[in-house]
Every structure is written in C-alpha cells, then in structure tokens.
C-alpha cells in the first residue's frame, strides 16, 4: 500500500515528492509564500491524493493512462487546456499543466486498466474494451461524484479501515461503479452466458466459494473462476436462480454474518457496532445500519444491547 504525509516550504522537495506518483513533474514559476502539503492513499487498485499548494505555482505533470479526476476544495486551480477546473472535472489520459494560488484539492486517480477489470466485473463481461467518449462528468450527477471522493478519501484517511483489506476491496468497488455512472465511460463487450440448465449448478458452486472466503475481498472475477463461468455468465445466473447479483449476495451473507457476532457480542467487554461492522466490510456506519434495519427490523446497536443483556 502507498501511504504519503509530506509537507514542506522547498520546491525541489515538493517535485521530489510528486514523482512518486508522476512522470517528470516539474513546479517552476514558484511564488512568495509557498508551502506545499502532500496527503497519499493508494494501492494497485486505485489512488486518493490530497493537497494543498500554498503561495501561487505553476505545475508541470505528466500523468499516465488513467482516469483523474479533480476535485477542487478552496483557493484557484486552472488548467491551460480546459480553464477552471470545477469539483469532479476529469482532465486525465495526458499532460496536465495547471496554475494553482493557494489551492487545496483532491486527486482520484483510477489506471485504465483497473478501471477496465471493474468495468468488466460490473457488467458481468468476459472480454471488452474501455470506451472513453468524453472528459467530462455528467453535470447531474457532479455533486454525486463529489460525496463518493469525500466517503472514500474519508475511508482511505482512516488507517485502520483502509488496511481491513474487504473494506479498501469495497471503497474500490464503489469508487469504481460511481465512475461509471458518473463519466461517459463503457465497456463495449464481448461475451458469453451459460444455459438457463446449467445455471443452478453456477450458483452451488459460487455460493460454496462465497461461504469459504467470506471474510477475504471477493471480486465477481473471483467467484467466476470459482464456478467455472464467465463473469457474465455467473451474473445470468444468479438472476435466473435468487433473483440478485453475485455481488448483493456476498453483501448480504457478510450482512448475515455481522448479524451473528452482534448477537453473541458482549459490549461489557468492548464489542461495538462500529468494530463488528468493519469486520465485516461495511466502513459507512449509516449505510450499515440502514441494511440491518431493513433486513432484521431493528437497529444494530439494539441487537448488540438487547442480547447481550438476555
């Protein structure tokens, strides 16, 4: 896992700190008053970057395939080919060159080839292609973008929950889908999916898989192998037999097992919702609390009180 906190007055320090993440990156034209903060969260998967360029900058980065997206917190940020970068604006899969006075901001960086394997996973595709048809997100959907960049820097900024490694497995997941929804991105596919006959067997054999590496991360590409299908094919599957999506289905097993160890949690010993909660994946408190209420009709904390004390 990458984990960077850096901060610092010198200019030479700060381009040495950038080129971790990019390719000859370069601050010149460096005003009075500079002071350059540096906050990293990454692993192969994805990256989150927090910065904050005091004083007035010009930056020079090269940044590889990927999608980067920008979201802009205070101060001004602009870049010479786009102008004014607002929240969520992509301006990646190239050179950046930005002026920046006293910004601070978020970088989401998602390699295409990551975001291909999710694209795929999400779409239950076996073969495709990234189909990148603008920069751009979806104005609608702006804000939405902007919450999920707050959920997962705030996930990935907490120590402990990042390196749960089914929690950084699901911050991913959503980061990765809301990408999709947000930005004009598709998999342009190519796959196959089993027989309506075979399809009760797909679902033994995954669910046989989910159940013997439930508290591991699973990805739809994971239990696919397991069930001797495409990813595609395990997503006709489950449709066909339960009705849900492979993935709502470890969801709800996880939920189940959270369930469990509330029942037979003590609270006298220090056991809380929130610790038996990221055990099992779910970072977001309120997220989880509204899925247990729904799927047990009542709260979390009152089943970790009520049978503790019964």
């Known amino acids: 896992?990458?984990?960077?906190?850096?901060?610092?007055?010198?200019?030479?320090?700060?381009?040495?700190?950038?080129?971790?993440?990019?390719?000859r990156p370069d601050l010149h034209d460096v005003g009075p008053g500079f002071r350059y903060e540096q906050h990293v969260r990454g692993d192969g998967e994805m990256t989150i970057e927090r910065y904050h360029f005091g004083g007035a900058v010009e930056t020079t980065a090269e940044i590889p395939d990927a999608l980067v997206s920008v979201q802009v917190h205070s101060g001004s940020f602009t870049t010479r080919d786009r102008g004014r970068v607002p929240n969520g604006s992509l301006h990646g899969f190239g050179m950046v060159?930005?002026?920046?006075?006293?910004?601070?901001?978020?970088?989401v960086s998602l390699p295409s080839q990551v975001l291909l394997r999710a694209g795929l996973q999400l779409e239950g595709a076996e073969r495709g292609r990234l189909v990148v048809t603008d920069r751009a997100p979806r104005p609608e959907l702006a804000g939405y973008?902007?919450?999920?960049?707050?959920?997962?820097?705030?996930v990935t900024n907490d120590e402990t929950a990042f390196r749960n490694d089914i929690v950084r497995a699901e911050a991913f997941r959503y980061l990765a889908s809301a990408a999709f929804a947000v930005f004009p991105l598709h998999i342009d596919e190519q796959a196959t999916v089993p027989t309506a006959a075979a399809a009760g067997g797909v679902v033994r054999r995954a669910a046989q898989y989910v159940e013997d590496h439930l508290a591991e991360p699973i990805t739809l590409a994971d239990i696919a192998v397991a069930a001797r299908v495409s990813p595609r094919g395990l997503q006709f599957a489950f449709q066909r037999e339960l009705g849900t999506s492979p993935m709502a289905y470890v969801r709800r097993a996880r939920l189940t097992e959270a369930h469990h160890d509330l029942v037979r949690a003590d609270p006298s010993r220090g056991a809380t919702v929130a610790s038996v909660a990221l055990r099992w994946g779910f970072s977001n408190?309120?997220?989880?609390?509204?899925?247990?209420?729904?799927?047990?009709?009542?709260?979390?904390?009152?089943?970790?009180?009520?049978?503790?004390?019964s």
């Open 1 to 23: 896992m990458l984990s960077i906190d850096f901060t610092t007055r010198d200019a030479e320090r700060a381009s040495a700190s950038l080129s971790s993440l990019y390719d």
């Open 145 to 154: 973008w902007a919450d999920v960049i707050d959920h997962v820097h705030a």
């Open 97 to 107: 060159f930005n002026e920046t006075v006293e910004a601070e901001f978020t970088v």
């Open 285 to 309: 408190a309120t997220r989880f609390s509204a899925a247990y209420r729904e799927a047990y009709g009542r709260s979390p904390s009152r089943t970790l009180r009520d049978d503790a004390t």
